[in-house]
């Protein structure tokens, strides 16, 4: 794998596509600024070597051109701050301005380029767009894991203008290793966790691990096709009636491969889907009608932390249930905890996909598990056994 270590930045301008798709609340004031301060050592890195970085993004879904609330430029003072750097913009991300301010740079200094997907021509993969871009630095580097499986012009075409002078960023590498860990260089015993709402978009990821796994643990509403798909009697929860046939396939597969399947035997179940809702326990199999699940049982909580804690490797995609709702997030909160106790004790644990990191975060366990990853899609394919165009521009 190429990173950045490999290359002197000195007197060398590097165009570099990270992830700063970050959440904006209604004053532009930015809610989170993980994806951002995950970039800053690659940033470093070349600034240190004596080299400039032209920084490049895309920023929400604009749909037709430029639109103010998604312009880059709400950002630029934070990324300075978080640089300790002034950091220059260009008001568009190609054209003669921005090549000027680009040949302009000075070792040391930081150009944030306006929002690519003001140009319909990233999405698409446009080769001449990616040429534009291409032709404001000497080196291209790619540290955005988040947009790793999109062949767009800045993650993936951009790439071949520079056969030889391009190169993963620190960030790209970390969550390249940490995935291969939990794929190819396993330790036993292996525990995967995939929770969340579908089955539909989990399929995939769940056949790929039933080769790799000893223990799959299911929770979450996807939970109660599988329920359903054995006879169980799940009242008003969530179902998928497509895929009853496959969770049973599924089902099949784990027994003959000899991987144990966890599937939660109670529940807590509501009345209704509100926070203010009646709830009580009851078996995951036997809801009345008028009720739904809302998260694990006591009982499978008590299972799944057991599991958990005496695993080697621990893989975790999806919540256990409505953790955003406070009487339905215990199910969340355990599976959390048991990973941080199963990290204590010398396991691999990596945190992936959109909501269990909110969840390790909200619960301020982040730090106390070995790896949260930051991307959402390209990690979901990366583990479904997919080839990430972004990762392969840089490898080939």
Same mark, same amino acid.
């Given at each position: 794998?190429?990173?950045?270590?490999?290359?002197?930045?000195?007197?060398?301008? &590097?165009?570099?596509?990270?992830?700063?798709?970050?959440?904006?609340?209604?004053?532009?004031?930015?809610?989170?600024?993980?994806?951002?301060?995950?970039?800053?050592?690659?940033? !470093?890195?070349?600034?240190?070597?004596?080299?400039?970085?032209?920084?490049?993004?895309? #920023?929400?879904?604009?749909?037709?051109?430029?639109?103010? *609330?998604?312009?880059?430029?709400?950002?630029?003072?934070?990324?300075?701050?978080?640089?300790?750097?002034?950091?220059?913009?260009?008001?568009?991300?190609?054209?003669?301005?921005?090549? $000027?301010?680009?040949?302009?740079?000075?070792?040391?200094?930081?150009? @944030? #380029?306006?929002?690519?997907?003001?140009? *319909?021509?990233?999405?698409?993969?446009?080769?001449?767009?990616?040429?534009?871009?291409? $032709?404001?630095?000497?080196?291209?580097?790619?540290?955005?894991?988040?947009?790793? =499986?999109?062949? =767009?012009?800045?993650?993936?075409?951009? &790439?071949?203008?520079?056969?030889?002078? !391009?190169?993963?960023?620190?960030?790209?590498?970390?969550?390249?290793?940490?995935?291969?860990?939990?794929? *190819?260089?396993? $330790?036993?015993?292996?525990?995967?966790?995939?929770?969340?709402?579908?089955?539909?978009?989990?399929?995939?990821? @769940?056949?790929?691990?039933?080769?790799?796994?000893?223990?799959?643990?299911?929770?979450?509403?996807?939970?109660?096709?599988?329920?359903?798909?054995?006879?169980?009697?799940?009242?008003?929860?969530?179902?998928?009636?497509?895929?009853?046939? !496959? &969770? *049973?396939?599924?089902?099949? !597969?784990?027994?003959?491969?000899?991987?144990?399947? =966890?599937?939660?035997?109670?529940?807590?179940?509501?009345?209704?889907?509100?926070?203010?809702?009646?709830?009580?326990?009851?078996?995951?199999?036997?809801?009345?009608?008028?009720?739904?699940?809302?998260?694990?049982?006591?009982?499978?909580?008590?299972?799944?932390?057991?599991?958990?804690?005496?695993?080697?490797?621990? #893989?975790?995609?999806?919540?256990?249930?409505?953790?955003?709702?406070?009487?339905?997030?215990?199910?969340?909160?355990?599976?959390?905890?048991?990973?941080?106790?199963?990290?204590?004790?010398?396991?691999?644990?990596?945190?992936?996909?959109?909501?269990?990191? &909110?969840?390790?975060?909200?619960?301020? @366990?982040?730090?106390?598990?070995?790896?949260?990853?930051?991307?959402?899609?390209? @990690?979901?394919?990366?583990?479904?056994?997919?080839?990430?165009?972004?990762?392969?521009?840089?490898?080939?």
């Amino acid at each position: 794998m190429k990173t950045i270590d490999a290359i002197n930045f000195k007197g060398r301008r &590097a165009i570099m596509r990270v992830d700063f798709n970050v959440p904006l609340n209604s004053e532009f004031q930015i809610t989170d600024d993980s994806r951002m301060r995950a970039a800053v050592p690659s940033i !470093k890195k070349i600034l240190d070597d004596g080299g400039s970085v032209i920084v490049m993004s895309h #920023l929400g879904r604009p749909k037709e051109g430029p639109e103010d *609330k998604f312009s880059l430029r709400h950002i630029r003072e934070h990324l300075a701050k978080l640089l300790g750097v002034e950091v220059k913009f260009a008001e568009d991300c190609i054209g003669d301005l921005t090549h $000027q301010k680009a040949l302009n740079l000075r070792p040391g200094q930081v150009l @944030l #380029l306006e929002n690519l997907r003001f140009y *319909k021509e990233e999405t698409k993969g446009n080769e001449e767009f990616a040429g534009k871009l291409a $032709q404001l630095a000497d080196v291209y580097v790619n540290d955005a894991f988040g947009t790793a =499986h999109r062949a =767009h012009a800045s993650t993936t075409i951009i &790439a071949k203008f520079f056969p030889k002078d !391009k190169a993963f960023g620190y960030l790209m590498a970390r969550e390249l290793s940490s995935i291969d860990k939990v794929l *190819k260089d396993v $330790q036993r015993p292996y525990t995967a966790i995939i929770g969340g709402a579908k089955v539909s978009s989990k399929i995939e990821i @769940l056949e790929n691990l039933l080769d790799k796994v000893d223990d799959l643990i299911i929770g979450g509403g996807m939970m109660f096709t599988f329920i359903k798909a054995n006879g169980g009697r799940i009242g008003g929860s969530l179902v998928e009636e497509d895929f009853l046939e !496959k &969770a *049973k396939e599924i089902m099949a !597969k784990a027994e003959q491969k000899g991987v144990k399947l =966890h599937i939660p035997t109670d529940a807590i179940i509501a009345d209704a889907f509100s926070n203010d809702a009646s709830f009580k326990e009851g078996a995951a199999d036997a809801i009345p009608e008028g009720w739904l699940g809302l998260d694990i049982g006591p009982e499978s909580m008590k299972a799944f932390a057991e599991t958990i804690k005496k695993s080697k490797t621990v #893989l975790w995609n999806g919540p256990m249930g409505v953790f955003e709702m406070e009487n339905f997030a215990k199910g969340t909160k355990v599976v959390a905890e048991a990973l941080v106790e199963a990290t204590s004790k010398g396991a691999f644990t990596l945190i992936g996909g959109g909501d269990s990191v &909110a969840a390790i975060n909200q619960l301020g @366990l982040a730090d106390q598990v070995s790896y949260v990853s930051t991307g959402g899609g390209a @990690l979901l394919e990366y583990m479904e056994g997919k080839v990430l165009p972004g990762v392969q521009a840089i490898n080939e």
